[in-house]
């Protein structure tokens, strides 16, 4: 399940793989808490064997920057680089600098396992900020409790799980696929929805619970269509004709990677207007776009926390420091964003817990706050999610979306929701 449809990449692609080896920039944008005071004592704060030193802490990253995931994950790596470098610049974690090891999981579940174990066993680092699919989270999930680290996970995700040895910086399912739902059957009048996912776990998981919401909580409401797509699938036209025939209210997309490239230019080319027919999706963000073409997906909905047109203070300082590290030409997308804030949640968590050990930084993490968040501001539940906005967005011409709708207050996670399991 390692395809890599670079076949399908716009030219500009081909910038990502490059970037990954370039050096990172100054800090901009993230101002100091607090002067550091004299790094403690490395017996005091590292009682577990962990890779912690009198000057350095070593983490790890983990993400696919090979294989159909890597148009999705490359801006994870991308902004957890850029909150290391800037936490560097203020100090480090405890006063110590922060060294990454990477490793590319390669859009194999296996492989994402393989790594993980080394990350924790043979580099023995402190904290792992990776995975993008459920997939590969499931996979290394037994890896991380097994030999107790910890992982920071920012993909949205059907929920369904809690870990003492994971933080969810993304959204589970009642903020976004509930939430998303709602919305569009009460503005658009919807009664009728074509489900759509690439073939695993989170597109399968996240489609139950949308049938359930839709057929037992949207009144007048039915699903007329269901169908999956392996992972680097590239030839929907099919499952276009027959959706062009049954003429849902709704597409609800949760197709990933690199196949919506293929599906998104095969739906304009099928005559499928989005301006017309309403499609909302789950998992496409501005970094999928940017192979997609705005061209190719304007007029559709997104349903996500995070936008890269969102306007205020934190968001404006953090596209410039992401775009200055990075290039001008790179966007932001919902999970790397939720990538960004794992390095700031992890530094925090451990500055309250005064210890890099694993299970001290687990117990202090709820409570937590990031209120530098481009967001807008995050907290640690005590269930390990994030408290966060619902928003949807509007995918324009030029790649971006406009924010056209978001709940007032921050929505309290619930990662297993009554009668969605």
């Not at 192979?291 to 909905?301: D, L, Q």
Request: with cysteine; charged share 20%.
């Amino acid at each position: 399940m390692s395809t890599d449809p670079t076949s399908l990449h716009r030219p500009d692609m081909l910038r990502r793989r490059l970037l990954m080896g370039m050096a990172a920039a100054p800090l901009l944008g993230i101002a100091p808490r607090a002067a550091f005071a004299q790094a403690p004592a490395t017996a005091a704060v590292n009682t577990t064997g962990l890779a912690v030193t009198d000057t350095e802490v070593t983490v790890g990253i983990l993400h696919s920057v090979t294989g159909t995931m890597a148009i999705s994950e490359t801006g994870s790596v991308q902004a957890e680089k850029l909150a290391i470098d800037q936490i560097n610049a203020m100090g480090g974690v405890l006063g110590r600098k922060i060294k990454f090891i990477q490793e590319d999981g390669a859009s194999d579940w296996p492989t994402f396992a393989e790594k993980a174990k080394k990350l924790l066993v043979n580099d023995k680092c402190a904290s792992v900020f990776g995975c993008w699919t459920s997939a590969s989270r499931k996979a290394v999930l037994p890896v991380f409790e097994q030999y107790n680290g910890m992982l920071y996970y920012p993909t949205f995700y059907e929920g369904l799980e809690q870990s003492k040895n994971v933080i969810y910086t993304g959204q589970e399912a009642t903020q976004q696929i509930i939430a998303g739902l709602d919305w569009v059957q009460k503005t658009k009048g919807a009664k009728t929805f074509y489900l759509l996912g690439s073939d695993y776990i989170w597109p399968r998981t996240s489609n139950k619970i949308a049938r359930k919401h839709i057929e037992n909580h949207l009144q007048g409401c039915k699903v007329v269509g269901e169908e999956y797509f392996p992972l680097g699938h590239t030839q929907f036209n099919s499952v276009i004709n027959k959706i062009k025939l049954v003429k849902p209210d709704v597409i609800y997309a949760i197709i990933v990677g690199g196949s919506n490239v293929a599906f998104y230019k095969q739906l304009k080319a099928a005559g499928i207007d989005l301006s017309k027919q309403t499609l909302l999706t789950i998992s496409v963000t501005e970094d999928e776009i940017d192979g997609i073409g705005g061209e190719n997906i304007a007029g559709a909905y997104a349903c996500m926390k995070y936008f890269q047109s969102l306007q205020n203070a934190n968001n404006k300082a953090f596209v410039a420091a992401f775009k200055k590290m990075w290039g001008e030409k790179t966007v932001i997308g919902d999970v790397t964003q939720a990538a960004y804030l794992g390095p700031w949640l992890w530094k925090y968590t451990v500055e309250k817990a005064g210890s890099f050990d694993i299970d001290k930084v687990a117990a202090a993490s709820p409570g937590v706050e990031f209120k530098e968040a481009p967001e807008g501001y995050v907290k640690i539940h005590p269930n390990h999610h994030l408290w966060s906005k619902t928003r949807v967005g509007l995918a324009k011409l030029d790649g971006q979306f406009e924010v056209i709708y978001e709940t007032a207050d921050l929505v309290e996670p619930d990662p297993f929701p009554n009668g969605y399991q």
